[in-house]
């Protein structure tokens, strides 16, 4: 039987009271590793990622990941009865997360300064498209305008065409990291200073920003504007797509100097591999295009396992592009329990993500499947004091679902 108290963030008690990503894959991660997390949602529809991308059985499937490991507890955040209800939750909590536009959350009493008056030693994560303060944080922001605002959008896809997005909410994922580090920074300070918690003010386009690398310094003092580069990596030569006979592609990353060595002469290419001008990258970023067309006059005369073999065997690092199915299939992935069996609440068997990431001696867990709408409503009032006539009570007056 698994030993609750063997995870890192078991005893943190979480209350979610965002919706969608950000904010609930946050806390989805806080209680991959042992952080009792209760949601609320709201009584009549709950959270809309519920009824996002493919369904089964009216739930969505991306339900069953984001939301595991987690309790559902429905209020009805609009009205005065289910705030103090929140409020006395909050009480009891060690992290609150939100991602409602900024002021939504102290409109309802529910706000750092009130919380945060009744529980000082409380953490909040406030994540919302351009953060609590400028002036632009009052815009509805979702990830894909954090994606845009942040520089990501820009510099993704081809030179000749417009600029596309990357297939996943990339902008709402990065801003929950950012937010889940933020956290914890604030769980050590609160530990080393008296109990003394703090609120955690995340971006979404800041979040984005700040994988931005080297974009800034380059455009302010060389004036330079990184464009899109397709599948090829700006300043950083050889790394690229390649295409195979087979009609596949093989991802190269040849840019170090002994593995660029390596990668001519794995191609029969001892000629560049000797060329001072690509002893470094700086010289081989200038001579890209006719590295590039080398290798591609390599990798086009054979399949796609035949390209990976060979450079496998030269110690050079070469994938290739991965689908869903190539996921599932692959043993790595299998090995490293990156997909797990589940059961779901209606007993359905489903694949999932595993784990991320691994630690050696406080790994995390899959411990309870998502909860259906309103599933521990009862459970956590009654542990807040509430007698069944009370929770039947508010039931009554609409307060919970």
């Known amino acids: 039987m698994e030993n609750k108290t063997t995870l890192p963030l078991h005893g943190i008690r979480v209350l979610e009271l965002g919706s969608l990503i950000a904010g609930p894959f946050a806390?989805?991660?806080?209680?991959?590793?042992?952080?009792?997390?209760?949601?609320?949602?709201?009584?009549?529809?709950?959270?809309?990622?519920r009824k996002w991308r493919k369904l089964h059985n009216g739930t969505s499937l991306w339900w069953q990941v984001q939301s595991r490991n987690k309790k559902s507890v429905a209020i009805d955040l609009k009205t005065e009865g289910g705030q103090a209800l929140v409020r006395k939750l909050a009480l009891t909590c060690d992290v609150v997360i939100e991602n409602f536009r900024p002021g939504m959350l102290e409109e309802w009493g529910l706000g750092w300064e009130a919380l945060s008056a009744l529980n000082p030693g409380l953490i909040m994560l406030r994540i919302s498209g351009y953060g609590q303060t400028g002036p632009y944080r009052d815009r509805p922001g979702f990830g894909v305008i954090g994606e845009a605002m942040g520089g990501l959008r820009y510099v993704t896809g081809y030179p000749d065409r417009p600029p596309v997005r990357v297939g996943v909410s990339i902008g709402d994922s990065l801003s929950s990291?950012?937010?889940?580090?933020?956290?914890?920074?604030?769980?050590?300070?609160?530990?080393?200073?008296?109990?003394?918690?703090q609120f955690v003010d995340v971006a979404l386009y800041e979040s984005v920003f700040n994988m931005m690398e080297s974009l800034v310094p380059?455009?302010?003092?060389?004036?330079?504007?990184?464009?899109?580069?397709?599948?090829?990596?700006?300043?950083?030569?050889?790394?690229?797509?390649?295409?195979?006979?087979?009609?596949?592609?093989?991802?190269?990353?040849?840019?170090?100097?002994?593995?660029?060595?390596?990668?001519?002469?794995a191609i029969g290419r001892g000629d560049l591999a000797a060329d001072p001008r690509f002893a470094h990258n700086d010289g081989r970023v200038a001579g890209v295009e006719e590295i590039d067309a080398a290798i591609e006059d390599w990798t086009s005369a054979r399949s796609q396992d035949e390209v990976l073999a060979v450079l496998e065997g030269a110690g050079v690092p070469a994938g290739k592009i991965y689908s869903a199915a190539d996921i599932m299939q692959d043993p790595h992935y299998q090995a490293r329990e990156m997909i797990r069996d589940i059961e779901t609440g209606d007993g359905t068997q489903l694949k999932v993500p595993g784990i991320v990431p691994k630690l050696s001696a406080t790994p995390g867990r899959i411990g309870s499947a998502a909860p259906a709408l309103g599933e521990n409503t009862d459970a956590v009032l009654g542990e807040l004091g509430f007698g069944a006539d009370d929770i039947a009570q508010f039931r009554r007056e609409g307060i919970i679902g």
């Open 27 to 49: 806390a989805r991660v806080l209680g991959d590793f042992g952080a009792e997390v209760i949601k609320i949602e709201s009584p009549v529809n709950g959270d809309p990622l």
């Open 177 to 197: 990291l950012h937010g889940v580090m933020g956290i914890m920074f604030a769980l050590r300070h609160r530990e080393q200073n008296g109990g003394v918690g």
């Open 218 to 265: 380059e455009q302010d003092f060389m004036g330079y504007t990184r464009e899109r580069t397709g599948s090829a990596m700006p300043g950083i030569a050889p790394t690229n797509a390649y295409r195979c006979n087979d009609g596949n592609h093989v991802l190269v990353a040849g840019n170090g100097d002994g593995i660029f060595r390596r990668l001519m002469q």
